[in-house]
């Protein structure tokens, strides 16, 4: 069976400071991976998507970046967090091809103060 | 771009009534329709898929269908239950992501 791992659970970070969150998923090959936020009062947005190996689709403008550095393996990074990008942050995956369910990871807390 | 709603943001029950909730979407060329739940501090869980060729699914006491024409579709919780209680999301896409309405705030009283 397939799992989605993410970590840390959960973040405080203070403003200005450099971000990195991992998602990796076990037991597929080639899904296509998302990265959604959760902020306070919001609903989920998503940020970015990528089909495959160095192939990263960017939603928002913002100070974030992604990478996907191996097929299950999905990097949500920051240079300099802002007060704005506290929330909470979700990886989901779907089998190639996006026909199918999108599973959600548990998430990191991100507080930037 | 497609736009999600969802009525009533909250909705207070006593256990055992069935229930409706709704969702509406802007663009009719919707790929996916899928419903989550969400428990406070918790990921999503998904619920039900409705593919573009389907009208409807069901799983358990809980039914959801899709009009794609009138862009909306209704989640059926057949006898609530304390357990129930979450907050429902709705979202419309395909491979390129999800967009998904602000949630209906359920709680099922005892």
């Known amino acids: 069976s397939q799992t989605i791992h993410q970590w840390p659970a959960t973040l405080v970070q203070p403003v200005g400071s450099p971000l990195s969150l991992e998602c990796t998923v076990e037991?597929?090959?080639?899904?296509?991976l998302y990265w959604y936020r959760q902020a306070a009062g919001r609903g989920l947005q998503l940020l970015f998507y990528?089909?495959?190996?160095?192939?990263i689709s960017s939603e928002v403008p913002q100070n974030l970046s992604a990478s996907r550095p191996q097929d299950r393996q999905f990097i949500l990074s920051s240079k300099k967090l802002l007060l704005s990008d506290s929330g909470f942050y979700l990886c989901?995956?779907?089998?190639?091809?996006?026909?199918?369910?999108?599973?959600f990871g548990p998430g990191t807390r991100l507080t930037v103060t | 771009k497609q736009e999600v709603t969802q009525i009533p943001a909250a909705l207070s029950v006593p256990e055992g009534e069935n229930l409706v909730l709704n969702c509406s979407f802007t663009?009719?060329?919707?790929?996916?329709l899928q419903w989550f739940r969400q428990d406070p501090g918790k990921g999503l869980t998904s619920l039900l898929l409705?593919?573009?060729?389907?009208r409807e699914q069901t799983s358990g006491r809980l039914n959801a269908s899709l009009d794609k024409s009138s862009g909306r579709s209704t989640l059926y919780i057949a006898a609530s239950q304390p357990g129930d209680s979450a907050t429902y999301l709705c979202?419309?896409?395909?491979?390129?992501?999800?967009?998904f309405g602000k949630g209906t705030h359920l709680i099922i009283q005892p």
């Open positions: 409705i593919q573009s060729s389907q």
């Open positions: 979202a419309g896409g395909g491979a390129d992501g999800l967009t």
């Open positions: 663009d009719s060329a919707i790929y996916n």
């Open positions: 037991g597929t090959s080639n899904p296509n």
């Open positions: 990528s089909v495959g190996i160095g192939q």
């Open positions: 989901a995956w779907t089998p190639w091809g996006g026909a199918y369910e999108q599973y």
